[in-house]
């Protein structure tokens, strides 16, 4: 990176924590007042930073609109998705993608299971929202009045015996889930079924969507399904890294 850009590129974290005179600047980028001020005036053009009544500056309204706008662009299904498949290739086992939409939680992407045993769980189909792993993820990072109001809310069907009873039972697992950052239906919603699943998280460290692995008892024990957690929570942790942004920029070949 050019030592001008990368100065420049610079001033936007300063001014992050809050407006900086010309003075404060330069001090920050260690250069002279002319140069802080050179840099600021080619940000102040394209409206990335704005210079106040006092002279000092801050960040500029258009650096927010394209903030904006490259959260509204970003897919995370297509992010996730080589991720789902490398996990799918190591493990075997069915994976799915979830998000939180218009209160319900759908799957949004899967891959199969190389097994013969397969779930019937279909893309754009809602997931039994008291039981599912990738729900209680999504749902235990939100504020807690709106955790409770969804809670008390829902219905709670009797799946098996395992099922999530009623409202209090739901909330003291989403505040389980959220204190350790992973989830499970251990038989919750079918006697022969166990699930593992872990949070994708957005810039801001909120959960954007939910992932998860899932195998019949013919195929894994839930213990065994269980030491395949790391292994989860590393690609949901991957995937998180890529999608807000903060996944280390592979070099080109030469």
Known sequence: MSQTVDRALSILPLLAEGPADLGQVADRLDVHKSTALR???TLHEH??????SDQRYRLGARLFALAQ????????????????????????????????EEQEVLYIDKVESRYPVRM?????KPVAITVAAVAKLLISDFPEAERRAIAEKLDYPTYTSRSTPNAAAFLRELAAVREQGWATDLGGHEESINCIGAPIRGADGRVVAAMSVSAPN???????????????RRTADAISREYSGNAPLKEASS
Do not use: M, W
Request: net charge negative; proline share 3%.
């Open 120 to 124: 019937y769980s279909r893309i754009g």
């Open 47 to 52: 409206g990335l930073v704005f210079r106040q």
């Open 69 to 100: 706008q490259a959260v509204e662009s970003l897919d995370v299904r297509e992010i996730a998705h080589p991720h789902l498949l490398a996990l799918n290739e190591k493990c075997g086992h069915t994976v799915h993608l979830a998000v939180y």
């Open 39 to 41: 840099l600021l005036r």
């Open 218 to 232: 013919v195929v894994v024990t839930a213990e065994e399904l269980l030491t395949l957690l790391p292994l989860v």
